[in-house]
């Protein structure tokens, strides 16, 4: 029952809730800035750790302490105004009257300002400042929960850290028990806002709780206490939403200085933590208070509480028979366990068997295939580049940059008579799938746990086994072709020799290079290394060239020499057949041979001479006859020609 002081000013002394109003009032003070105090505190301690660790469980498990102490100190916030107006009204404060200066005496802008002043108390005191405090309070906790917000935390081992701050949660926990206890006491007639002020102190408490439990069992090796850490969260941000609905709610409400406030931060989620948990009683009792309806005397209301167990009967064993109904999509196939045995692999379709848990279909790939590169971080999803924009960053292949899909490995290095060691970058991706028989799908799925992650360690193995016999100059020349073949082959037998059901189709070398880092130092060394292959070349070409220039003169000069000695033997073997033949001539023919021998010498040497010859020994009957007519000077050329005898 709500009092009006215009009605009841004589009576306020006999009301219990007017009389402890002071008391009421300090309390709830109090206990708002306690709570207040811890939330900061647990905030500040959540912020330094999330800027060095913000993977860790912390922040979030403080931050969602903070927004549930938060809305504890909003409902105590509230309880306060109630409190504190009954105070007022039970002792109320002397009247201070305060001259203000007439307003022609102010300024333009001093008149301004005390306008705008007095448009503010007014705005303010329509809208209520309970109101106000409720809606930033309970907005703070929302944020709060919303700003680590976090469901990819790892596990984290926290050590004893973890266990003293478990065994405070439980302390704190312990403590707002006592108190919610001390408010689930007070009579409704003495503290009204007592009962429900109660519910709201059942947040921390389940918070507390429930953090001290994921401290407890957190590991390295387990995610669940950092998801239920993050979604411990959910229950105090509901109650932080409902509240600032309330407040929103509470502005339209009319204010009225002389009647006896209500409590705003009224949870109906808070009210709901109980046990046993009655939501339909709940929400009978707040229609049947806030608007009169009674579902008590309806009758359809009446017969569904009746009916509603045994149709909830039916529909849950409908339901059970019914997921023995499977459907295989068209893209998959399904291994069939009945009693835990896999006894048949299933197409796709509809298929019935026992219901579960006597029997269940696991899922299997039909014939999809992936493309698994060597290196851990292939996972990352691929960057959509537009038509006319510049290409993504996975399609540079550059040796000057680093992939995210390279992968270092150490190869053999041979210098000269040296042997030693190099690093190269390489991507190497597998294309497989699921073997397309019965038996390398139930192998696929009963032997191997993670079959990417048994690909890439059993690809990793073959590659550094198969790198140990290669150098970088092969791999990057004419071995590159047989290596994408030799290494999935090895890989294959492999998985073979596990049972592992998977069927390798392809493996692509995509790239194989030097580290990034030493990627300009190996392109010097491929230049210097061009450069002195070019410089020998040219300078065995120079070599070649004079060779063969040396070789061409000698050639030249045996050549001639040859001819030379040829021509020589030749005008030799002519003299000797000529001699041999004058020889035989004057052997036949005597005196006269060589008579004539002279005279054709001589005829030879005076054949352009302008010479006359006697000679005494002309003469006698018979003398010779020398022919003159080959000679024509000195003989006169007007004398007539006669024959000389």
């Known amino acids: 029952m709500r009092v009006d002081l215009d009605a009841e000013e004589g009576g306020l002394e006999s009301l219990s809730r007017f009389q402890s109003a002071s008391v009421q009032a300090r309390q709830l003070f109090q206990l708002g800035v306690v709570l207040a105090a811890l939330a900061i505190m647990a905030w500040t301690v959540a912020f330094f750790i999330g800027l060095f660790a913000s993977d860790s469980l912390w922040p979030a498990l403080l931050d969602n302490t903070a927004a549930a102490l938060l809305v504890l100190a909003a409902g105590a916030q509230s309880a306060f105004w109630v409190a504190n107006w009954r105070n007022a009204a039970l002792n109320p404060p002397a009247a201070v009257s305060i001259e203000q200066q007439p307003a022609a005496s102010l300024s333009a802008y001093e008149r301004f300002c005390r306008k705008l002043s007095a448009g503010s108390y007014r705005l303010l005191s329509s809208i209520g400042a309970p109101a106000l405090w409720l809606a930033g309070v309970s907005g703070l906790a929302v944020w709060c929960v919303q700003h680590n917000w976090n469901l990819s935390l790892p596990g984290t081992a926290l050590g004893t850290w973890g266990r003293i701050a478990a065994g405070v949660a439980v302390l704190l926990a312990f403590a707002l028990l006592v108190f919610e206890r001390y408010l689930a006491q007070q009579p409704d007639a003495r503290w009204p806002e007592a009962r429900l002020l109660a519910p709201l102190v059942r947040v921390p408490i389940i918070t507390f709780l429930l953090s001290a439990l994921c401290l407890l069992f957190s590991r390295d090796d387990s995610v669940w206490p950092a998801r239920v850490a993050v979604l411990t969260g959910v229950l105090p941000a509901a109650v932080a939403i409902e509240l600032i609905l309330r407040a929103v709610a509470s502005v339209f409400s009319p204010q009225r200085d002389k009647r006896e406030p209500r409590m705003i931060a009224q949870s109906f989620i808070a009210g709901m933590l109980r046990w046993p948990p009655q939501p339909l009683l709940a929400l009978q009792h707040e229609l049947h208070n806030r608007f009169g309806i009674d579902l008590r005397q309806i009758w359809a209301f009446s017969y569904m509480r009746k009916a509603f167990f045994p149709v909830l009967a039916v529909i849950v064993a409908v339901g059970w028979a019914l997921s023995g109904v499977n459907e295989v999509p068209l893209q998959g196939r399904g291994i069939y366990e009945r009693f835990g045995k896999p006894v048949d692999v299933l197409g796709p379709g509809l298929h019935v068997g026992l219901p579960w848990p006597l029997g269940r279909v696991l899922a299997v790939e039909n014939g999809v295939v992936h493309e698994l590169a060597t290196s851990t971080e ?34 053999a290095s041979g210098t000269g008579d040296k042997q030693g060691f190099q690093i190269v970058n390489m991507d190497v991706r597998f294309v497989y799938r699921i073997g397309l028989s019965d038996q390398a799908a139930i192998a696929a799925t009963y032997h191997s746990a993670d079959v990417p992650t048994l690909i890439r360690s059993t690809a990793s193995r073959i590659l550094v086994h198969d790198f140990a016999s290669r150098t970088l100059d092969g791999l990057l020349g004419e071995q590159r072709t047989a290596l994408a073949a030799d290494i999935g082959h090895a890989v294959q037998a492999d998985l073979d020799a596990l049972d592992s059901g998977v069927e390798i189709l392809a493996t692509v070398v995509e790239a194989i290079h030097p580290p990034a880092g030493a990627a300009n130092a190996y392109h010097a060394v491929q230049a210097a290394q061009i450069s002195a292959q070019a410089l020998i070349a040219r300078e065995r070409g120079a070599a070649s060239e004079q060779a063969n220039v040396a070789q061409l003169q000698a050639s030249i000069a045996l050549d001639q020499a040859s001819a030379a000695a040829r021509e020589v033997n030749a005008t030799a073997q002519t003299s000797d057949l000529r001699f041999g033949a004058e020889q035989k001539a004057y052997a036949e023919a005597g005196h006269a041979f060589v008579l004539e021998q002279y005279l054709t010498q001589l005829s030879q040497g005076m054949n352009n001479a302008k010479l006359l010859i006697l000679d005494h020994r002309l003469g006698g009957s018979n003398a010779p006859t020398l022919d003159l007519r080959s000679f024509t000077l000195p003989a006169d050329p007007v004398a007539p020609r006669k024959a000389v005898q």
């Open 378 to 411: 292939s996972a990352a999803d691929p960057v959509l580049a537009s038509a006319d924009g510049l290409p993504p960053l996975t399609a540079n292949r550059l040796w000057d940059a680093t992939h995210v899909n390279d992968k270092s490995q150490v190869i």
